[in-house]
């Protein structure tokens, strides 16, 4: 069975950084994308960061310049990498992995960025 196992969040201060990883445990087949998505308490969960197996990379604007996500394939890892870290990104952070005919979710990290 395909389990998708996060690590990496924790509690920061404003300026910091932290490293998301997000492994797959079982075996997916034709992966067209990994990602990252948040969700803030009572806000809508948000795509964060998206990148597809050709290596093409999607950042929500507020993250741009700030947040770096990069995968190895050969794993099924992604990774966030989390710099300049504010306030306002704290968030349960969800790894998303699109395979062909449906989505896999991680448990969720709590990402928590003190003032």
């Known amino acids: 069975q395909v389990q998708l196992v996060e690590s990496g969040g924790g509690l920061v201060q404003a300026g910091g950084s932290l490293r998301l990883s997000c492994a797959a445990s079982g075996s997916i087949f034709s992966i067209a994308a990994m990602g990252w998505y948040r969700q803030a308490p009572g806000k809508q969960r948000e795509l964060v960061a998206i990148i597809s197996t050709a290596g093409t990379t999607n950042y929500v604007d507020s993250v741009k310049g700030r947040f770096t996500i990069s995968r190895d394939n050969a794993k099924n890892t992604v990774y966030l990498q989390m710099n300049s870290l504010k306030p306002e990104d704290t968030a349960v952070y969800y790894c998303?992995?699109?395979?062909?005919?449906?989505?896999?979710w991680g448990q969720g990290t709590q990402v928590t960025v003190s003032s």
């Open positions: 998303n992995i699109k395979a062909i005919f449906r989505d896999y």
